[in-house]
């Protein structure tokens, strides 16, 4: 093994055993056997090491990320289900990773995050391609990520208060039940959490499937003709239900 390689090692075995996500070059040239001047030599300083060790982190994520999609659900929910419990076992397995790979300037510089953002993007394809989505897939992703990260975050910050399987749960089920669609009555297998059919989810669920449709398959649109029409789709997609659109048109509310 190279000086390079024993150092990124170390780095990331002291990470992984440390209570907390600060380590020393100190440590990690003791750890590797090496002197100070060779770690600067192969990693510049401290911040280049750990951008180091963070990627091996997302190394280890997403192997496991693309190990799940090779074993997709038939219902695609069930695949949200399996992405977000995967989620957070990661977070929970490796929490000093876990908050170093979350921090701000980590997840806007690295092509790891992308990656894993283009992984759930072609899950809500399928659910979109189905008409399980009552939002569009980009709005989707946003919620379900922000809503994954910070249950993540919140169970290794807090775990006597957030540590229970059950709030995860729940929070998962009700962040599904806020983007999908009920199943059609064709036959089609439902999930195993079925969420009531909300008001307008009928027009939002058409424009959100014929958006993921525009956006996979050939039409005879132009490019221009092609973005005008999924911004029209996705505003219908994204747009809060009316209060009253669940009353029968030309039904006046009795006084």
């Known amino acids: 093994m190279d000086a390079k390689t024993r150092i990124l090692e170390a780095a990331v075995d002291l990470l992984s055993?440390?209570?907390d996500p600060e380590i020393s070059t100190r440590e990690v040239c003791e750890a590797a056997g090496i002197t100070a001047p060779a770690l600067y030599h192969h990693f510049?300083?401290?911040e280049r090491l750990l951008s180091a060790v963070v990627?091996?982190?997302?190394?280890?994520?997403?192997?496991s990320k693309r190990a799940m999609a090779a074993r997709a659900h038939e219902d695609p929910l069930d695949d949200i289900?399996?992405?977000w419990d995967n989620h957070l076992a990661f977070a929970r397995e490796n929490p000093n990773f876990y908050r170093l790979m979350w921090s701000a300037g980590?997840?806007?510089s690295s092509a790891a995050p992308r990656e894993g953002h283009e992984m759930l993007i072609a899950v809500l394809e399928r659910c979109a391609q189905r008409g399980r989505l009552r939002v569009s897939v980009e709005t989707a992703a946003r919620m379900l990520m922000a809503a994954a990260t910070g249950?993540?975050?919140s169970i290794i910050s807090r775990p006597e208060l957030f540590a229970e399987d059950r709030f995860a749960t729940h929070l998962r089920e009700a962040v599904i039940a806020g983007i999908s669609a009920p199943a059609d009555a064709s036959g089609a297998k439902r999930s195993r959490v079925q969420p009531p059919s909300p008001t307008g989810v009928s027009l939002s669920a058409a424009a959100a499937t014929l958006s993921s449709k525009?956006?996979?398959?050939?039409?005879s649109l132009t490019d221009t003709e092609r973005a005008l029409m999924q911004q029209w789709l996705t505003t219908l997609a994204d747009a809060p239900a009316r209060p009253d659109a669940d009353r029968p048109h030309g039904r006046k509310r009795k006084s």
């Open 214 to 219: 525009l956006r996979t398959e050939p039409t």
């Open 17 to 19: 055993c440390s209570a």
């Open 81 to 83: 289900r399996s992405g």
């Open 55 to 63: 990627d091996r982190g997302w190394a280890r994520f997403l192997e």
């Open 106 to 108: 980590v997840v806007t």
């Open 44 to 46: 510049g300083d401290k």
């Open 151 to 153: 249950a993540a975050l």
